[in-house]
């Protein structure tokens, strides 16, 4: 325990002396008795005398002085506490694929609606990133408690081409690492990655991806929007259409939850309090200094009352 004002600790040193002086006065009392009576006699006019609860509302007061007396001092110990920050980044797949309409209206909007339901879902004291996988991994908002900033965020992507999926995993990686809490510590951190799984595109290998994930502990929860029947159409030159066909890959969301211990999760009656509850077991505690004044001021408060109700009830006076 520490101080932030150790001279006031010297009020301590008048506690012995408040003791002694009691201890003379209870003298006096006694030879005061003895000068104008016999004690002997005492027992045929008094039923029994107050022994030691006499000298305990004064042992309360004392105390509860000595503690009033470290809190001008203002204590400081060093606890644990819990946790709460954490980093919770959303991907969702903005490629030209997500635009078939296999799933109604179409992939995009449904990977949205399933992004701004998740994120309504998450934790006001975690923040929130949203990153949008094109031909680029691009952070689209970075992390922030403003949610409404998210929705707008949500609200501006828009489709492209290419899915370079491995480079948001690393992005989302980078991003994690570069959170800081105050004591200069990395949060918990977990990915949710909404796309139809596939990966056309992007500098970073899979691998790499995944293992630069396992090394910040991050896990990857993956969910596929999307069937094996996709197909997107392709305008041409001349008023030509080409069919393209982009089907899911659910193998590849698969193997990224795995490897990096998140989940694939299923797209119907999705309970999302997986992604985040995962972050609660990893939060822990951590080892911070806190002004502990109120414990002794409502310590002191609640002796001098006790003591003062002690000494009304037994002895019809406040001390």
Not at 165 to 189: F, K, N
């Amino acid at each position: 325990m520490s101080f932030v004002y150790p001279l006031a600790l010297i009020g301590l040193a008048l506690i012995p002396l408040l003791v002694a002086l009691y201890v003379a006065s209870e003298r006096r009392r006694r030879r005061e008795a003895v000068a104008f009576g016999n004690p002997a006699l005492l027992p045929n006019i008094i039923d029994s005398t107050p022994g030691w609860r006499r000298h305990l509302p004064a042992a309360i007061l004392l105390t509860a002085l000595s503690a009033m007396v470290v809190g001008v001092a203002r204590p400081q110990a060093t606890m644990n506490v819990s946790r709460h920050d954490a980093t919770v980044i959303v991907a969702l797949d903005t490629s030209r694929s997500m635009t078939a309409v296999d799933v109604k209206p179409s992939r995009f909007v449904e990977a949205k609606a399933i992004a701004r339901k998740f994120i309504a879902e998450v934790p006001p004291e975690y923040d929130v990133a949203l990153i949008s996988i094109g031909s680029r991994a691009v952070t689209a908002v970075p992390p922030t408690s403003d949610r409404s900033l998210l929705a707008l965020g949500l609200r501006s992507l828009r489709t492209g081409n290419g899915t370079a999926l491995a480079d948001a995993i690393g992005l989302a990686a980078g991003t994690a690492r570069t959170q800081r809490s105050a004591e200069g510590v990395v949060p918990p951190a977990a990915l949710f990655v909404i796309t139809d799984g596939e990966q056309n595109t992007g500098q970073m290998s899979l691998d790499d991806a995944l293992g630069r994930a396992r090394a910040l502990h991050m896990p990857v929860y993956t969910m596929l929007v999307g069937s094996p029947d996709g197909r997107v159409q392709v305008h041409l030159n001349g008023g030509y259409r080409e069919i393209i066909r982009v089907p899911s890959h659910p193998e590849t969301l698969q193997k990224i939850a795995k490897d990096t211990g998140g989940a694939f999760i299923p797209p119907v009656g999705t309970d999302f309090s997986q992604v985040y509850g995962s972050l609660k077991t990893r939060l822990g505690s951590h080892r911070t200094t806190r002004e502990i004044t109120d414990f002794f001021a409502a310590g002191s408060a609640l002796l001098l009352l006790a003591g003062c109700a002690l000494s009304l009830i037994w002895f019809r006076r406040v001390v």
